[in-house]
């Protein structure tokens, strides 16, 4: 199984923040407009035209080395981890293409109940209790202790005795 690498887009977005600070002084529209249209493109899978706009302006614009250094950093950035960037093709399949979902599931199964003060855990408990926090977050506890119930028999007796003939006279 393969899995799919998607860089946190909110992650783009601080590298195209800084980048067009170097066009723009912070308390305009344009500065914001620059953003969400270089923003949107990125979304459409154009992170390389993006990249190549950014350098060319930059070069048409006479920018200075030092000045233009956020463009080309964010540029090397989009360029460097394009195969990571196709958001059309993420959203598309209903990838999540930021991780605050993940961190929010993070916050919520692990660490509210994990890192309560002064709790001390076995990796081999604590991987236990999250598992039973996950199921039963997932909404699907029922269906999981039913699975448990039926299966109790066989954990508990019928492997550890298969061979025995104690069962058999019961």
């Not at 923003?39 to 035209?49: E, R, S, W, Y």
């Not at 093709?89 to 990838?95: A, I, Q, S, V």
């Not at 209790?129 to 039926?150: P, T």
Request: include cysteine.
């Amino acid at each position: 199984m393969g899995a799919t690498v998607i860089v946190d887009f909110i992650h783009v977005l601080e590298y195209l923040w800084k980048a067009a600070r170097c066009f723009y002084s912070l308390d305009t529209d344009e500065i914001e407009q620059w953003v969400k249209g270089r923003g949107l493109k990125i979304l459409q899978g154009k992170c390389v035209d993006v990249a190549a706009g950014m350098r060319r302006r930059a070069t048409v614009e006479g920018l200075s080395q030092d000045r233009r250094k956020a463009v080309d950093t964010c540029a090397n950035y989009l360029q460097k981890y394009r195969d990571y960037l196709k958001y059309d093709r993420y959203l598309e399949k209903g990838y999540p293409i930021a991780t605050g979902v993940i961190e929010g599931a993070c916050r919520h199964l692990i660490n509210d109940r994990l890192g309560i003060t002064g709790a001390r855990w076995r990796l081999s408990s604590a991987e236990a209790i999250l598992k039973i926090r996950s199921i039963r977050s997932s909404g699907d506890f029922e269906a999981y202790w039913e699975f448990h119930k039926k299966n109790e028999r066989v954990r508990n007796h019928t492997s550890l005795y298969a061979k025995s003939q104690l069962l058999e006279a019961a």
